[in-house]
């Protein structure tokens, strides 16, 4: 089965610095995976998803993301964070049937 | 469109007492997953309708847990009798009918059991 690892449960960084978040994967073959983040008081939204292509991909608020097969990898990064991008930030990846696994996400906080 | 939507947000009971969790899908989503995060876990998959059928209940913890999607519209998720450890946030998610199509996630119940 697959199996998703991010290995950062905190991390905090200044405002307008710039930011990873580590995501690894266990899969066979291609996976389809995805970032989410979840605000406070709020649900989770997709930030961004690779499913096949160009393994770089752009999300919304200026998120992207990069598949590296080799690395078994799929980091989130975003050149100069926002003091309301804290949240917490999951990676997940499909299995069968629609049904995604999830990181044990990474707690992101930004001081001024 | 309206988004997934969950009721209530929060929910406080003892314990051996019946709580029922509501999640209304976007409209024309034949998928709807039901997932749960127990506090400092992962967040981890319940269970899956499609249309009205469940898909796969796998991750359905035990038969305290019962869920249901009548007219494959809403779905509700009882628990009965709630029990200490089934405090957590519990989060339903809907996608259209096509594979890999995206889930959109609703705001979550978080469930306290004194």
């Known amino acids: 089965a697959q199996s998703v690892t991010q290995p950062d449960i905190h991390i905090t960084v200044s405002e307008g610095a710039s930011l990873e978040l580590r995501c690894n994967y266990s899969?066979?073959?291609?996976?389809?995976l995805f970032w989410y983040v979840q605000s406070p008081g709020q649900g989770l939204q997709l930030l961004l998803k690779?499913?096949?292509?160009?393994?770089l991909v752009q999300g919304i608020k200026g998120f992207e993301a990069e598949f590296k097969r080799s690395q078994s990898s799929f980091n989130l990064r975003k050149p100069s964070v926002h003091w309301s991008d804290a949240a917490e930030y999951f990676c997940?990846?499909?299995?069968?049937?629609?049904?995604?696994?999830f990181g044990g996400g990474t707690r992101l906080m930004v001081k001024p | 469109e309206a988004g997934v939507t969950q009721f209530p947000s929060h929910s406080v009971i003892e314990k051996g007492q019946t709580v029922t969790l509501r999640c209304d899908p976007i409209s024309g989503h034949d998928n709807l997953y039901w997932y749960r995060r127990v506090m400092g876990k992962e967040i981890k998959f319940l269970l899956h309708f499609v249309k009205e059928s469940k898909q796969d209940e796998s991750g359905m913890p035990n038969n305290r847990f019962l869920a249901e999607r009548t007219g494959g519209t809403y779905s509700t998720l009882k628990v009965q009798p709630a029990e200490l450890e089934d405090s957590g946030v519990y989060f339903c998610?809907?996608?259209?009918?096509?594979?890999?199509?995206?889930?959109?996630f609703g705001n979550g119940t978080r469930l306290t059991v004194t």
């Open positions: 998610a809907s996608s259209q009918g096509y594979s890999n199509s995206p889930l959109h």
């Open positions: 690779y499913f096949s292509g160009d393994t």
């Open positions: 997940a990846v499909y299995n069968a049937g629609n049904m995604l696994t």
């Open positions: 899969y066979g073959a291609t996976p389809y």
